[in-house]
T-cell receptor
Framework: EAGVTQFPSHSVIEKGQTVTLRCDPISGHDNLYWYRRVMGKEIKFLLH????????ESGMPNNRFLAERTGGTYSTLKVQPAELEDSGVYFCASSQPDWSSYNEQFFGPGTRLTVL | GQNIDQPTEMTATEGAIVQINCTYQ??????LFWYQQHAGEAPTFLSY????GLEEKGRFSSFLSRSKGYSYLLLKELQMKDSASYLCAVRDGGKGGGNKLTFGTGTQLKVEL
């Protein structure tokens, strides 16, 4: 079974540009999460999709960030325009529907974003 | 607010036992997870506790005391490949955010010969 995949693995952009990150969850996982780790800090929650609906977007830092999950499969996270403080590693995770056991989240390898 | 504390670094010897502690103060609680993360890779699930007590899984065990807001991860028969960052994470039990994880900063474990 394929794990969570993310694209690209690395992205280097200039301040003011736009970047779109993609996450493909494990097939059949209704829950999809975005997290971010800024250098030296802990991994922080950004938002949570259940299928195509945003369940919780309390962690989104501001309106420069837009997440979508059309069709309830893969998700994209767009940063527009990017600022220096957006640099970090963006992780995507997915988990089975809530009725399953302890519902562990499976993480992707992350996208390392550098804003210059 | 959410606060999770764990040591920043630990060093142990191959073949030994190491215990990584985690204390938490969170507004909601619906389980505590331990993840292992090697540099540049995805965090991978190690263990889950939602009730008090010890959960054993091969060389790894995890303990939880909800009344004390405390957990530990115990690694036995350490191997060099166990050198990694160990992340403690609490799952929120609150309304509207029932599944999000709040992470500690991670404990970087170095296993030496």
């Amino acid at each position: 079974e394929a794990g969570v995949t993310q694209f690209p693995s690395h992205s280097v952009i200039e301040k003011g540009q736009t970047v779109t990150l993609r996450c493909d969850p494990i097939s059949g996982h209704d829950n999809l999460y975005w997290y971010r780790r800024v250098m030296g800090k802990e991994i922080k929650f950004l938002l949570h999709f259940v299928k195509e609906s945003k369940q919780d977007e309390s962690g989104m830092p501001n309106n420069r960030f837009l997440a979508e999950r059309t069709g309830g499969t893969y998700s994209t996270l767009k940063v527009q325009p990017a600022e220096l403080e957006d640099s970090g590693v963006y992780f995507c995770a997915s988990s089975q529907p809530d009725w399953s056991s302890y519902n562990e989240q499976f993480f992707g390898p992350g996208t390392r974003l550098t804003v210059l | 607010g959410q606060n999770i504390d764990q040591p920043t670094e630990m060093t142990a010897t191959e073949g030994a036992i190491v215990q990584i502690n985690c204390t938490y103060q969170t507004s909601g609680f619906n389980g505590l997870f331990w993840y292992q993360q090697h540099a540049g890779e995805a965090p991978t699930f190690l263990s889950y506790n939602v009730l008090d007590g010890l959960e054993e899984k091969g060389r790894f065990s995890s303990f939880l005391s909800r009344s004390k807001g405390y957990s530990y991860l115990l690694l036995k028969e350490l191997q060099m490949k166990d050198s990694a960052s160990y992340l403690c994470a609490v799952r929120d039990g609150g309304k509207g955010g029932g599944n999000k994880l709040t992470f500690g900063t991670g404990t970087q474990l170095k296993v030496e010969l």
